[in-house]
Nanobody
Framework: QVQLVESGGGLVQAGGSLRLSCAAS????????MGWFRQAPGKEREFVAA????????YYADSVKGRFTISRDNANNAVYLQMNSLKAEDTAVYYC????????????????WGQGTQVTVSS
């Protein structure tokens, strides 16, 4: 079992940066692929970014490619999402999730979810 706790959200101006963190419990963190999803008010949850168990493979939604970077620290059971050049349309609740599958862009493939952290980008 994995428990996930996100932090680092907040209010930022357009063009600014934020770094989200996700702390994971459990001794088997390195056996999970990790992803970030987001959900804006009135919209469906969408995939943002993911990386493989080792961290060597990364995946991004087209809307964030070149602006966001996902990384992980298996020694410290953590995954991060560095968000640069933020836009108003990035405003959403961001969720960290863990999967034992090798496909990463569908929320249905993830077993564990955090409670979410709010990111608000003012234009």
């Amino acid at each position: 079992q994995v428990q996930l706790v996100e932090s680092g959200g907040g209010l930022v101006q357009a063009g600014g940066s934020l770094r989200l963190s996700c702390a994971a419990s459990g001794r088997t963190f390195s056996s999970y692929g990790m992803g970030w999803f987001r959900q804006a008010p009135g919209k469906e949850r969408e995939f943002v970014a993911a990386l493989s168990r080792s961290g060597r493979s990364t995946y991004y939604a087209d809307s964030v490619k070149g602006r966001f970077t996902i990384s992980r620290d298996n020694a410290n059971n953590a995954v991060y999402l560095q968000m640069n050049s933020l836009k108003a349309e990035d405003t959403a609740v961001y969720y960290c999730a863990a999967t034992q599958k090798r496909t990463y862009d569908s929320g249905n493939d993830y077993n564990y979810w955090g409670q979410g952290t709010q990111v608000t980008v003012s234009s």
